[in-house]
């Protein structure tokens, strides 16, 4: 993700992002958001859905990362309710081009999978 959309996120939620660019032989976000710009709007929303589900002091992301065309969301503090957001946008990346975000005619096909639009997959 780039560097302007990764600092808004980790503005609105610091303790979400506490281990963002971390020391990377200990945590596995040293390298930052690992997906595209496309995703920023279900990010965005599952922080402030993870706000409302009250989440420990503890609660704070581990990996963020594209894998298999789908988004992949790996927490520390977790509890149920938490874990069923994460079920959810991860479900709900399918549906969004990882490139652009937009919902119009989005596949996950090719070798190399990518969730993307019907325009983006023309570019590539």
Not at 22 to 32: E, I, M, R, V, Y
Not at 39 to 48: G, I, M, R, V
Not at 86 to 95: F, G, H, I, W
Request: hydrophobic fraction near 30%; include cysteine.
């Amino acid at each position: 993700m780039n560097e302007t959309l990764t600092q808004e996120l980790k503005t609105k939620h610091p303790t979400f992002f506490r281990n963002l660019y971390g020391d990377p032989t200990k945590t596995c976000f040293s390298f930052g958001i690992e997906c595209n710009d496309g995703w920023f709007s279900l990010l965005s929303k599952l922080c402030d859905d993870i706000v409302a589900a009250n989440p420990s002091e503890d609660f704070c992301f581990a990996q963020i990362k594209e894998k298999f065309g789908g988004l992949r969301v790996y927490i520390d503090g977790g509890n149920d309710v938490i874990f069923d957001l994460l079920n959810a946008v991860e479900e709900a990346s399918y549906k969004f081009c990882e490139s652009c975000g937009s919902c119009d005619e989005v596949t996950s096909e090719g070798s190399w999978i990518k969730t993307l639009c019907a325009s983006c997959r023309s570019r590539r």
